[in-house]
């Protein structure tokens, strides 16, 4: 039997600290990536996550295959290198 887990991480903060983007970015920068159904559990954790992403503070990896969103930089560092991005 396979069991496929879709969470990374976000989905073991309370709704209290997933209202928080700086506590949200803390944990995207440990995990590097989320999946599309933790990012969207409840409506907390979902507009966190869009504001982060259409602030650009988060830029994600269109490349990444589905349930998942590989994150390229967080604050303009990118999470692989800890480099500013250009």
């Known amino acids: 039997m ?7 991480g976000l989905d073991d903060l309370t709704k209290k600290q ?3 983007p700086d506590q949200v970015i803390a944990v995207l ?8 159904f ?6 907390t954790i979902a ?6 992403v259409q602030s650009g503070r ?3 990896d269109e490349t990444t295959d589905y ?13 692989c290198e800890g480099k500013e991005d250009e």
Do not use: C, H, Y
């Open 29 to 36: 920068r440990k995990i590097k990536r989320f999946s599309i």
């Open 38 to 43: 933790e990012a969207t559990a409840n409506r």
């Open 47 to 52: 507009r966190t996550m869009t504001n982060l």
């Open 67 to 79: 349930p998942w969103s590989g994150i390229v930089s967080i604050d303009g560092v990118s999470v």
């Open 18 to 20: 997933q209202a928080d």
């Open 58 to 60: 988060v830029v994600l």
């Open 2 to 8: 396979f069991i496929d887990r879709f969470s990374a």
